[in-house]
């Protein structure tokens, strides 16, 4: 799960890490009126005569798009705000489609020294908290990695024993920062560590981290990724889900916990266990076609959770063609038989169907299938799986 910029800097703010103080607009009313009320609080309070209008989007790359105004008066943050709210932004993580602003931030400006990156993330492989931290701040790491990997710091970080001040002033060390700065550096550093862990995040990213012209570091950007199965524990996190930020087939899937994810190809795929749907779409590729989704039903579902599976991956106007691979082992395959053809019957299914199962209940599932009366086409292992339905796909 993600969440919007505001939201990940109210969460910093509870660890004590230092963040730029900003109002939130929201569209609907009058916009620019809103704009200005917040840009007016926001010189009172805190005496400045800079503000930045920011586009509040679940994807990087905002200011490249024309998502990030700097304004040096109320008139211009109005200007800015009613140009930014409901403006397409396309970045490159957004993809061609990009995504509609429904939320703008107004930020007080702040005097930026110098820029930073630092990124918190786990490492399976090590079993540690990795903290990364680079001077190439406002670049997209991943970029940085590829040209300058030199320029990134990696400090590990035991999570039985915990962030230690050893561990801010490595980094401080490695931002060149002064032995003054370094001393607010390690609690700075800490507090993202603590955020980090306590939230049960899978990542948290400050991209810029700033040093002011005061010599104090703050966040000036943040991303926050939550790792959706400790979110039960978190409901003032849940309760932070943008929904319009999210596919609709996406939002429609947690309700019936399935785990999708929209693609764009044109072959639609349903699938029990994450390793065979990633097979799945594998062996789709590899015999020239696109999935045109992840859709894992999980290892006990139901006749209603098939159903309601086949119904979301319809909704996709791209698919062309839908694979059932079934691997019957705490699912029956059956079950699944039942589920396929009731979505089919519902559904009035126009678009060619291939089903592989294979495992428990398999002969019955085969036979329900074949005297079901519809136009089905069975498959006798993976590799003819993909066969048909990319052929199918492509009207062959």
């Known amino acids: 799960m993600n969440i919007h910029e505001y939201q990940a800097k109210s969460i910093l703010k509870k660890y004590g ?46 200011g490249k798009a024309g ?23 396309v970045t490159p993580q957004t993809g061609a489609a990009g995504k509609k602003v429904h939320k703008i931030w107004i930020e007080e400006g702040s005097q930026i020294a110098k820029e930073f990156y630092l990124g918190v993330v786990l490492d399976r ?37 915990g962030y230690q001040p050893f561990h801010g002033r490595k980094i401080a060390k490695a931002l060149g920062l002064t032995a003054e700065q370094t001393k607010e550096a390690v609690g700075f550093f800490g507090g993202i560590y603590k955020s980090f862990m306590a939230e049960d995040c899978s990542q948290v990213e400050i991209n810029p981290l700033i040093l002011t012209a005061q010599g104090h570091l703050a966040a000036l950007d943040a991303k926050f990724n939550f790792d959706d199965n400790a979110l039960y524990r978190h409901p003032e996190t849940v309760a932070m889900r943008d929904l319009l930020e999210e596919n609709p087939q996406d939002v429609e899937a947690s309700k019936y916990e399935l785990a999708y994810i ?3 190809g ?8 994450a390793g065979l749907a990633m097979a799945t779409m594998d062996i789709i590729k590899l015999h020239g076609g696109e999935p045109a989704n992840f859709l894992d039903v999980g290892g006990g579902a139901s006749k209603e959770k098939v159903a309601h599976a086949f119904k979301i991956i319809l909704k996709d106007p791209k698919v062309k063609a839908i694979l059932v691979n079934i691997f ?8 699944i038989a039942e589920g396929v053809i009731a979505a089919a019957r519902e559904l009035d299914l126009k678009v060619p169907l291939v089903v592989r199962l294979e495992g428990t209940n398999v002969e019955a599932g085969k036979k329900l299938l074949s005297e079901s009366g519809l136009k089905i086409t069975p498959a006798d292992g993976l590799t003819d799986a993909a066969k048909k339905v990319v052929a199918a796909a492509k009207g062959a």
């Open 17 to 62: 890490v230092r963040v730029p103080e900003g109002r939130l607009v929201e569209e609907g009313g009058d916009v620019a009126a809103a704009a200005e009320k917040a840009a007016q609080s926001l010189a009172q309070e805190r005496g400045n005569a800079v503000w930045v209008v920011k586009a509040q989007i679940h994807a990087g790359g905002r």
């Open 67 to 89: 998502g990030v105004k700097v304004c040096k008066s109320i008139a211009d943050v109005k200007a800015a705000a009613q140009d930014i709210m409901g403006k397409v932004l």
């Open 125 to 161: 492989a090590t079993s540690q908290v990795i903290m990364m931290a680079s001077t190439e701040g406002g670049m997209e790491i991943e970029e940085v990695a590829h040209t300058h990997p030199e320029k990134i710091i990696r400090v590990p970080v035991d999570p039985t024993t």
């Open 262 to 264: 929209a693609l764009d």
């Open 266 to 273: 044109n072959i639609g795929c349903l699938v029990n266990g």
């Open 328 to 335: 019957g082992g705490i699912m029956k395959c059956d079950v």
